[in-house]
């Protein structure tokens, strides 16, 4: 069955440094990928989708790269600012629905001034 | 942008009795909304598939019969948790994807339901 893996362990880094968060699945080929953010309490809310045949894709001081040979996504966040402090998921879709999305435990990210 | 709305945020009820939370998508129609539960420090797990107009999808190991899910419109699917006990306690968040509904489109969450069950 498929397995999405996000490190449980949770992220510190200082002010202005670059966040990079992995996402790791199987025994899956993902038609696409999508990375959201949840504050604690929280509804997840979406930020980037990246296709299969995209290498890496950009928001603003977000990037996301996806390997398929891999099977891996990075989801990395330049220049962080404490307020980019929260729990970050990885969602793919159902192998057997594509319309449904699976989602990963999400690594927390703490961004210390 | 696309905004659903979920309540209540927060209910406390007693062991046996039945709570309804409510979805609405408030700016866009959703002919399909998606019922997730979270325990803490773990990932969403897909309850439920809501359909507009027709019997909802549930997800291997869910209990139609304890999660009912009701979409009567457009616009609002509700899910009634029946006979609760205490290991229904959990976050439940509904979402739905605006517009067209393409398949790779985002997912727009309400900000969830914390149900403690005594």
């Known amino acids: 069955s498929q397995k999405i893996e996000q490190n449980s362990e949770a992220l510190n880094i200082q002010e202005g440094k670059t966040a990079t968060l992995t996402c790791n699945y199987t025994?899956?080929?993902?038609?696409?990928l999508q990375w959201y953010r949840q504050d604690p309490g929280r509804g997840p809310v979406f930020l980037l989708l990246?296709?299969?045949?995209?290498k890496e894709k950009r928001k603003e001081r977000l990037k996301v790269t996806f390997d398929t040979t891999l099977k891996q996504s990075l989801f990395h966040i330049t220049a962080s600012q404490p307020a980019d402090s929260a729990t970050y998921l990885c969602?793919?879709?159902?192998?057997?629905?594509?319309?449904?999305?699976?989602f990963g435990a999400g690594t927390r990210l703490a961004v210390h001034p | 942008g696309a905004v659903v709305s979920q309540h209540p945020s927060r209910v406390i009820c007693k062991s046996g009795t039945s709570v309804k939370i409510e979805c609405r998508s408030l700016?866009?129609?959703?002919?399909?909304m998606f019922w997730y539960r979270q325990f803490p420090k773990q990932s969403l797990m897909l309850m439920a598939t809501s359909n507009e107009g027709s019997k909802a999808t549930y997800e291997q190991g869910v209990e139609k019969d304890k999660f009912l899910i009701n979409h009567a419109s457009l616009t609002l699917s509700t899910l009634t948790v029946t006979s609760a006990h205490p290991e229904d306690s959990s976050f439940y968040i509904c979402s739905a994807r605006a517009g067209g509904g393409e398949i790779n489109s985002p997912l727009h969450f309400g900000n969830g339901t914390r149900l403690t069950v005594t």
């Open positions: 025994n899956y080929s993902p038609a696409y």
């Open positions: 990246i296709r299969e045949n995209e």
């Open positions: 700016d866009f129609q959703a002919t399909t």
């Open positions: 969602a793919l879709p159902f192998s057997g629905g594509y319309n449904k999305l699976i």
